[in-house]
């Protein structure tokens, strides 16, 4: 009985201690930021806010009909706002010209981008809001993809035009193998 009554004194004990750090707990998470999921199928937040050079808010629309299924990730901050678009399509009929006709808009400065899917190619490109940006085009199998990363800040000293092309890359290459 004596064991009895001890063991239940230490249960006791121990419940009166941990009650507060529960508490604590349950105040800790509570204070965390709610945010949605990114449904994102090609790439994730946190890939994403790499990339961009913080943390970053994405959104995903759904292909409708003839237009392709988009993820928009966002980086804003007082000095600039720098974004990664990423879109993607699916072509039953001649993807490859598909592609093609899309290539247009690199005209000659379209550049090969190495081991990134069935063909892809990058070049620099005006996007409306932007001082500088990035644009990727490219294709597995029948889906065809295009990502845009594009900074507002005129000579932004985090994404150069060096960077930009490098974080491209990255984009590039985790699209393409998650089309695969």
Not at 140 to 160: H, M, N, P, W
Not at 165 to 172: E, G, I, M, V
Request: charged share 15%; hydrophobic share 45%; aromatic share 6%.
């Amino acid at each position: 009985m004596a064991a009895s009554s001890f063991s239940l004194g230490l249960q006791r004990s121990l419940l009166r201690m941990s009650a507060p750090i529960f508490a604590m707990l349950c105040l800790s998470f509570a204070a965390l930021p709610a945010r949605a999921a990114n449904a994102c199928p090609w790439m994730t937040e946190a890939t994403a806010s790499s990339l961009l050079g913080g943390d970053a808010v994405g959104a995903y629309t759904a292909a409708a009909g003839a237009a392709p299924a988009v993820c928009t990730f966002t980086r804003s901050s007082p000095e600039a706002t720098r974004t990664l678009r990423v879109s993607v399509e699916i072509v039953s009929a001649s993807p490859h010209e598909h592609l093609a006709t899309m290539e247009q808009t690199c005209g000659a400065h379209a550049e090969t981008l190495q081991a990134i899917g069935n063909e892809a190619v990058f070049c620099s490109t005006q996007t409306p809001g932007a001082s500088a940006s990035e644009l990727a085009l490219g294709r597995v199998r029948d889906q065809v993809f295009t990502i845009t990363l594009a900074t507002s800040l005129k000579g932004d000293r985090e994404l150069t035009a060096d960077v930009l092309k490098a974080h491209l890359y990255t984009a590039a290459e985790q699209v393409a193998g998650n089309l695969f």
